[in-house]
């Protein structure tokens, strides 16, 4: 007698559409391989080493003042406190929704251009244009206006000086972590669709597939800041 077979993918995916029908976790039915190959929410912290960490809440983009705020923490331990590398950590947070939030700041220069950001954003270059590439990632002595802005201050030498060091990628480099809210994501593509940036679906894949290297997604950026501190990475607010 031929006994036919049942595809393991078939037999799968009617228990879990059984369970889901009977109001079950779907989760109870999954490989434990593949769970133990998903990362977990919180495995972002592992990336955050040293003995000093602090974890820098800036919900506002503040033409990148948070971003300084973070340089000045890890510059003064090395300078004052002689810290050598990996002694030290820092997290900066990505999420918010409008122009002035720091979420925009979590993607590359790609989906600045696409969805005009810089002008989502209030954020012009020096000959006032607005930025079409993400100027927080790697900015130039050519950006340095942006913190005269926010100091509400003329523009002078040690800012330009400052500049190139406070960008994401020379944070990265120096032993900061930076989190992006899975939430405030979700809402911020119904946002831009409603501002006509196209459909929230696709706009939120296009800007999955294009986060800044390095940059890690957490569930609720309220959560993360919880479980940081519990894990006794300080809370800094900016």
Known sequence: MNVKKTPRRGFLGRMIGAAAAAGLPITHFGSSVAAQ????????????????????????????????????????????????????GAVGTFYGMGGAASISMA????????YALGDYAGLKDASGKPYT???FHRPTRADAHLLAQALQS???AMLGDAIPGIGIESLQKMGTKFILCNNALQGWALELE???KGKAPAIEADLRANLLPG???????????EKAQAAGIAYNRQ
């Open 37 to 88: 190959q998903q990362p977990g929410p919180d495995d972002w912290m592992k990336e955050v080493r040293g003995t000093h960490r602090s974890l820098f809440d800036f919900p506002r983009h503040s033409n990148g003042f948070g971003l300084l705020h973070i340089a000045n923490y890890l510059g003064t331990y090395s300078a004052a406190y002689k810290t050598g590398p990996g002694q030290v």
């Open 107 to 114: 993607f590359n220069d790609a989906m600045w251009a696409k």
């Open 133 to 135: 590439r993400n100027v």
């Open 154 to 156: 003329p523009n002078f």
């Open 194 to 196: 409603a501002r006509g």
């Open 215 to 225: 940059v890690t997604i957490v569930p609720a950026m309220v959560i993360a800041i």
